[in-house]
């Protein structure tokens, strides 16, 4: 089952640059940065309330993200929606005809379990899923 939106990713050129918008302009809490070196980003977290924002910033020129930029400029990258039971989830959607990127979970920001649909399933929005891992709250 779908609980809850629990972050939109957000690609920028660079955290540092970014960030002040959502602190200082919107009064919003900075958490903590991550490096995920696999998908070649750094993620800042952003405590937005019920939902998280997620600046990604592309460590090297042939991360996605860099691509994403390259293609679109900077703005909304991923809508992350939170699962449980994450394997099952994909499999559900895969039985129903959705395209999926990722048919097994890998693990994303925060150390989550995430996959990724392909957008052409859901209106060229890139959509994520998202378990947490079992030591972390739900947003
Ligand atoms: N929004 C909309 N469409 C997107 C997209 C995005 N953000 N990213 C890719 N696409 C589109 C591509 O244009 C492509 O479309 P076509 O098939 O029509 O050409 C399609 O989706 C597939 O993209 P691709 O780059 O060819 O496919 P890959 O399998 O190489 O990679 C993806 C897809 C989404 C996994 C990768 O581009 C990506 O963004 N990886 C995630 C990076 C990231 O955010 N990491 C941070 C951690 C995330 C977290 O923990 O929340």
């Given at each position: 089952m779908i609980k809850n939106v629990n972050h939109i990713g957000i690609a920028v050129n660079s955290i540092e640059t970014a960030l002040p918008f959502y602190t200082e302009a919107l009064g919003l809490t900075f958490e903590a940065v991550e490096h995920v070196a696999?998908?070649?980003?750094?993620?800042a977290f952003i405590n937005a309330g019920n939902c998280k924002l997620e600046l990604l910033e592309p460590t090297s020129p042939d991360s996605p993200v860099a691509k994403f930029i390259e293609k679109r400029g900077e703005g909304i990258h991923h809508v992350a929606l939170s699962v449980e039971s994450i394997e099952d989830r994909?499999?559900?959607?895969?039985?129903?005809g959705i395209p999926m990127i990722d048919k097994k979970s890998r693990v994303g920001a925060g150390g989550a379990n995430i996959a990724f649909m392909?957008?052409?399933?859901?209106?060229g929005v890139l959509v994520e899923f998202c378990e947490k891992a079992a030591k972390q709250h739900d947003n």
């Open positions: 696999e998908q070649r980003v750094r993620v994909i499999q559900e959607m895969i039985e129903k392909h957008p052409k399933a859901s209106n």
